[in-house]
């Protein structure tokens, strides 16, 4: 399919997403969103693609937030779809059974905080900048952004953001958890890459029941997310991929990974 707001190539089983309205920071307006959910599923059915990258198109942002002229049209009604359909794009991204990493080159704000934040990693330039103002503009976080800072960076760190809706630096964002890397600016995409291109190269099915496992246990009691982590373990077991995997490390080989 042919994409306006969304530019997609693939390549080496690693997948570039790159949100494609530079002369307005990449705002997350309606198209761009219907976009990405588009390609999204697209990537999610593709058995080649193993790793997926997103990033903002030019120097400046990543995302800088929702288009501030869709939002201020929104009454009660409008606002509640406008909210539930981005928390159902971004649960697309940490859902996907592949690694998705945010490559977050400068503004990573409100909405764009939110899509980072849903990623499976995030890699930071240097003169990254992030932050949810949405207090600023009478409203709060609506694509999952309450929920997810206070899980990735602590319930007080995430409420000062929010409340005081300031931005941190790309090294705050290192120090609080809410990046996994900072790397200088020329630097972030072949940093990226080369982690993409490493955890394509690992099993699929592996990586894909290890978020699982993440995903559905870390806001469950220990008792029972342990018992979600044995049959996601249980599931691996039957793979080819672990007989694979196995077998090529008793022979001393390289695995040859199918998926299956």
Known sequence: MAYETVLLAIENRVATLTLNRPKVLNALNGQLVGELESVLDELKRNDEVRTILITGAGEKAFAAGAD????????????????LRGQR??????????????????FALGGGCELAMACTLRIASESARLGQPEVKLGIIPGYGGTQRLPRLIGRGAALKMMLTGEMVTAAEALRLGLVEEVVPPDQLMPRARQLAESLAAIAPLAIAHCIAAVNEGVDQPLDRALAQEASHFALCCATADKDEGTAAFLAKRQPTWTGK
Do not use: S
């Not at 501030?68 to 909210?83: D, P, T």
């Not at 794009?89 to 400068?106: H, L, R, S, Y």
């Open 89 to 106: 794009v971004f649960t697309q991204i940490e859902t996907m059974g592949k690694p998705v990493i945010a490559c977050i080159n400068g």
């Open 68 to 83: 501030i002229q869709e939002l201020a049209k929104l009454n009660a009604e409008e606002g509640l779809r406008f909210a």
